[in-house]
């Protein structure tokens, strides 16, 4: 799954994944990829590679499963209310810790976060969520430096965002990361978007 520059991205799925988490990213490396000279290859990717239910009752088929999705340059974990017996599946956190360990770069959108704290990823790290699991956050890891000003936390390797929306505005600035500003300029504007 990689491109010739090793660019991949992955956006991992799941039943009662947040529908704007998964395609507001998606959206956005999409779009990228028509505008970019890197050509970043994107992709969807669930546990087994089986259809999921979003959260507001979405069906998406994935590209991949967990297993065949390949080395990714960048990891994208949305959130939502599926992500709750996620917090608590050790055989899920372990492949998330590993997944970690061979990708340079890991991004959660919302609640994503809560799973990436539960995975010990967020340890002593600045990170954010949707406004109302800032305690939730806090509470998983006491040492995470959860952030309630801002839209998204570029941590270098690891990259939060707030809830929803703010993912795209994440996505847009990862675009400007990997690339440049004006490529993500061009991007916002192909997508109409003014952000918040």
Same mark, same amino acid.
């Given at each position: 799954?990689?491109?010739?520059?090793?660019?991949?991205?992955?956006? =991992?799925?799941?039943?009662?994944?947040?529908?704007?988490?998964?395609?507001?990213?998606?959206?956005?490396?999409? &779009?990228?990829?028509?505008?970019?000279?890197?050509?970043?290859?994107?992709?969807?990717?669930?546990?087994?590679?089986?259809?999921?239910?979003?959260?507001? !009752?979405?069906?998406?088929?994935?590209?991949?499963? &967990?297993?065949?999705?390949?080395?990714?340059?960048?990891?994208?974990?949305?959130?939502?209310?599926?992500?709750?017996?996620?917090?608590?599946?050790?055989?899920?956190?372990?492949?998330?810790?590993?997944?970690?360990?061979?990708?340079?770069?890991?991004?959660?959108?919302?609640?994503?976060?809560?799973?990436?704290?539960?995975?010990?990823?967020?340890?002593?790290?600045?990170?954010?969520?949707?406004?109302?699991? =800032?305690?939730?956050?806090?509470?998983?890891?006491?040492?995470?430096?959860?952030?309630?000003?801002?839209?998204?936390?570029?941590?270098?390797?690891?990259?939060?965002?707030? !809830?929803?929306? &703010? !993912?795209?505005?994440?996505?847009?600035?990862?675009?400007?990361?990997?690339?440049?500003?004006?490529?993500?300029?061009?991007?916002?504007?192909?997508?109409? =978007?003014?952000?918040?």
């Amino acid at each position: 799954m990689t491109t010739g520059n090793g660019l991949s991205i992955g956006i =991992y799925v799941f039943d009662g994944a947040e529908e704007l988490n998964v395609a507001g990213p998606f959206e956005v490396f999409t &779009a990228w990829r028509e505008r970019s000279a890197l050509k970043p290859r994107v992709a969807t990717f669930s546990w087994d590679g089986r259809g999921v239910r979003l959260a507001q !009752g979405l069906h998406m088929v994935p590209d991949s499963s &967990a297993d065949d999705v390949g080395p990714l340059q960048l990891l994208v974990y949305p959130g939502g209310p599926g992500v709750q017996p996620l917090v608590g599946d050790r055989i899920h956190l372990e492949w998330l810790h590993a997944m970690r360990v061979q990708t340079p770069l890991l991004a959660s959108v919302c609640t994503g976060s809560l799973v990436l704290a539960a995975a010990g990823l967020l340890a002593g790290r600045p990170a954010t969520t949707h406004w109302d699991h =800032y305690d939730e956050l806090a509470g998983i890891d006491p040492s995470i430096m959860v952030d309630t000003e801002t839209r998204f936390v570029d941590d270098g390797d690891v990259v939060t965002s707030a !809830g929803v929306s &703010a !993912g795209i505005d994440m996505a847009l600035h990862l675009v400007e990361r990997f690339e440049n500003a004006e490529v993500a300029d061009q991007v916002r504007h192909d997508l109409q =978007y003014e952000g918040a």
